[in-house]
Every structure is written in C-alpha cells, then in structure tokens.
C-alpha cells in the first residue's frame, strides 16, 4: 500500500545507487525537491532519464550523481545551455556522462510502450534524420499488414520515477492538474513509484477536473510544498522565471556552482529550509 | 512607415506572421515561431489554431511564452492533452497543417540542425536537441521555418540532420514517403528563401528593404541561388509593429518581477 513518507525517508527507501530514474515533468510540476534530496544523501551511479532536462538534472550532473541522460531536449527553456551538463559532456567535469538521445516523439512512444507491458513501442518518425545512426535503440521495423516502414524504440521502464503533483489524498491517491506531460506514463512504466505533493488532503476525485493517479501503482507520497521550485504548480505558484535566468550564472563557472550547491542544497537540511533560504536572498 | 523605423529582427517576426493565415492549424516551436505565431493571431489571423508540444490546443497567450510550458500556455488553452496524446493522435495523426520551426543550423535542402555541432561524440557545440521537431518537420501538412541569417548558421552541409527538410534534393524527401510536403519558405531577418520546385534548393526570392542580394550571399555558406526577378518585401505596418511592440512589453514586464 501507498505510505505517506518524509522525502528523505522515501528518498533514502527507494532510489539506490546505479538504478535508472526518470524525474518526469514538462516544464510544470518538475519534481525538484526530490533531486535535490538524491544530492544530499549523495546517490550516485545513476541514470537520469527525462524528456526535458532542465536545472535539476544540471545540477545532479554537476555534483556527480549522474553515469548517463537519456533524454529528448536538454536546455534552459528560452534562456540557453545546460553549462553542468555541456561542460560533464564536452570536458568529463566532473565526470564522463554518457547520452542516449531522442525526440520527444520518440521517447513519449517508449514510456507508453513501457507503461503498457510492452518491449518496443512502434511510430512513424526519425526518417531521414540522423538519430538511427548515433541511438541503437531506434530501429527500424515493417508492418506486418500493410508493409509500411515504421520506427520502433526501444520501451523505457524506469526503476524509479519521481514526479510531483498538487494534490494526494490520506490513500495516497494523486490528482494533477495543468500541463500533465508524460508523469502518468511514467509512473505506470516504472518499478517504483514516489510522487511529492503540495499538499495532502482528504479526498481527491476528477468530478472538477484534472487526473487522479490511483495509489496502488505509487509507493511513496510526500507532502512537500513549493516542492515544484522554480518550476510551477497551477492553482499553486507560477513558474519563477527569474530563477531560472539567474541559474546561467550560477551554473556557467564549476567552482561557482559548487560553492552554491554546498550553501544552499548540502547545508541545509531539507526542501523547507533550503526555500526559506532562497527566500531571504531573493532567489525566491 | 518610414524606412528603417523598425529593426531587422521585428521585421522578421513580422514577415514570418505573415505567411499564417486564419484557418491554419500551428504547431509551434518555442522562440522566434512563437512570437511570430503569436503576432499572426493578434493581428491578421484572429482564429488561427496555436498548439504547443506541451500539450496547449488552441492557446491564446497574453505574453509571450519562456518556455514551451508555461503556465499563460495551459491558462489560456481550450484543452490541455498529454505529451504522448499530443504526438501520436495530433502530430503523427495527420491533425496539423502548418509547422512552425527555428534552429540553430540549416543546409541549402532545409535541412535544420538543432542537436550538435562538429563530432557527434565530441562536439564542437553541443545545442539543447530535437524535442518535437523532427515529427513537426516530417508531418504538420507544410513546414516555415525563421532563423537569423549568418554563416553560422547557413551551412553547406550540416554536422548532424535534427529535422529533415528536402534531404539531399529533388525528390529524395518524396523517396521518404512522409506524410507533410516539406518547407515552403525560410524566412530570415533579411530575406525569403524558398526552395526550388525540382532540385529543391533553397533560392532567394525576397529581400527585405534596406537589405541587399550581395548582403544576404555573404551571410550564407553556400553559393545562394538568387531568383530572376527577387521581390522586395513589404516594410512592416504601424499595427503590426505596435502589436508586436506591444506584446514584448507585455512579457518583458512579466517576466521581471519573481512571479510567486
């Protein structure tokens, strides 16, 4: 059955060094606090799968946590690079990351492939391009029917897949609402499950809106408010644009982000405290 | 208007806009699209139909976008649908007419390059990647795409194909059997390019006033075909440019303040 958990217990639980995490989110409802939870307890050796990697993948990458992405766009959406992720690829700082890439297209078919028990999922895309020739798992494959030639993509199932959303009730039920992305096929695609929330509540139902994750495929649920940030929930807060434009500083110089990281993620103790923080220096 | 009342990056987002019209059906990328997709719908094309890869179906946003997900996005669409619904029933069931795209590199075929630069496993520059363009470019009905013109970014051939355009001419896109037509225009910020009905290389067709032919040969790395008889571009409208100025504002504004 679902528990209610602490983060960290949860953290601490279910993700373990090597494994293969997808902390899903597109653009809303990122799950930053529970990756800046996997830096503090230091858990290393893993594979970060997401369609849009964004600064928490940065800064996992750039404290070391990450052996390889896989993911279908990776950027600072409308301010530039990911400096911690370039600079892990182009220079091996602080460590070789391996890539396997997609497009969206592409890796939305494996999560459904992966949330529907099945090994491939099979669509119409990547012809011409070059994307067969640098991921082995695009191949290429004729329908049995009409002799047509499709794509099949390798299915992702992710040990663990970490998403946040606004609402769970006391069963640990989810509700979500606003841009939901791939956060459903993500969780139905993975091993284990762990979503955060902004608040826990007595009962959740889609009678208003918005989609209700049922609690027996979800493991962990955590109540962790603003646990989004800088990233948004709808009905909750709005996107911090201004963090993320401050983030290219922060991130363009190693050593810089590594003083950030040690003041404001590895000393402080949890989610709360680190945006009570941000907080008092205007990051938030 | 009067002459160079205006820069040449509005005049771009402006002739861009241009070539949408009311009845379209937009996928639209993040960027210069945006701002262009989004000048259309508050000018000329008041009922165009806005879809973004995050899930927005028809959105009407009051400022422009940051990120492919923003809130405004989903605040002001008619439905918001998941990011595998949006690709497998919208975009690959054939339910787009136009695709909107920039990039970072484009080839004399319209092939565009946003995912690296130089070695794939070692690169010179290593740029964000595909996201939904390839299926953007291989399936929306007919295909725009807006970029600044440099030789940086007008190669011969690219390093790496992100998105396909006409592949290597002629009729090696139709060998392909994709579903949409290709792009019909690239408009940059001093002139059209479109391609070539047979051999489907890129030929200059307009250039924007104040610019020259020889201007827009220099600021690409091929030897540019230039049409008979090139055209020059309508300088932008005083409505155009306020609403253009006018939304800019807007989401500068927007984004200034620590949106709690």
Known sequence: MTEILKLDEAIKKYVKPGEALALEGFTHLIPNAAGLEIIRQGIKGLTLIRMTPDLIYDQLIGMGCADKMVFSWGGNPGVGSLHRFREAYEKKIPKTIEIEEHAHAAMANAYVAGASGLPFAVMDGYKGTSYPEINKNIKTIECPFTGQELTAIRALNPDVTIVHAQRADKEGNVWLDGIIGVQKEAILAAKKAIVTVEEIVDHVDEKTGGTVIPNWVIDAVCEVPHGAFPSYASGYYKRNNNFYLSWDAISRDYAKFQDWMKEFVLETKDFAEFYKKLEQENYA | ?260
Not at chain 2, 80 to 92: C, G, K
């Open chain 2, 1 to 260: 208007m009067r002459d160079q009342d205006y820069t040449l990056s509005e005049l771009m987002s402006i002739v861009a806009s241009r070539m949408l019209t009311n009845d379209d059906v937009c996928f639209v990328g993040i960027g210069l699209p945006s701002e262009a997709a989004n000048l259309a719908r508050l000018t000329h094309a008041p009922d165009i139909k806005l879809i973004y890869e995050s899930g927005t179906l028809v959105t009407r946003p009051d400022v422009l976008p940051l990120s492919i997900g923003d809130g405004e996005l989903s605040d002001t669409a008619l439905s918001v649908v998941s990011v595998p619904e949006m690709f497998r029933y919208w975009l690959q069931g054939g339910k787009i007419k136009v695709g909107f795209l920039g990039a970072a590199q484009i080839d004399k075929f319209a092939n565009l390059n946003t995912t690296s630069i130089g070695d794939y496993k070692s690169p010179k520059v290593r740029l964000p990647g595909a996201g939904g363009a390839p299926e953007i470019a291989s399936h929306a009905a007919k295909v725009f795409i807006t970029l600044k013109h440099s030789t940086k970014a007008f190669v011969e051939k690219l390093d790496f194909i992100t998105s396909v355009g006409f592949l290597e001419g002629g009729d090696s896109r139709d060998k392909l059997n994709l579903p949409g037509s290709g792009p019909q225009m690239v408009i940059t910020d001093l002139g059209i390019l479109e391609p070539d009905p047979i051999t489907k290389e890129l030929v200059l067709t307009h250039v924007h006033p104040g610019v020259t032919v020889e201007q827009i040969k220099e600021a690409t790395g091929w030897n540019l075909l230039v049409a008979d008889s090139v055209k020059r571009t309508e300088p932008p409208t005083d409505k155009e440019l306020e609403v253009l100025r006018d939304i800019k504002l807007r989401t500068k504004i927007a984004n200034s303040g620590a949106a709690k």
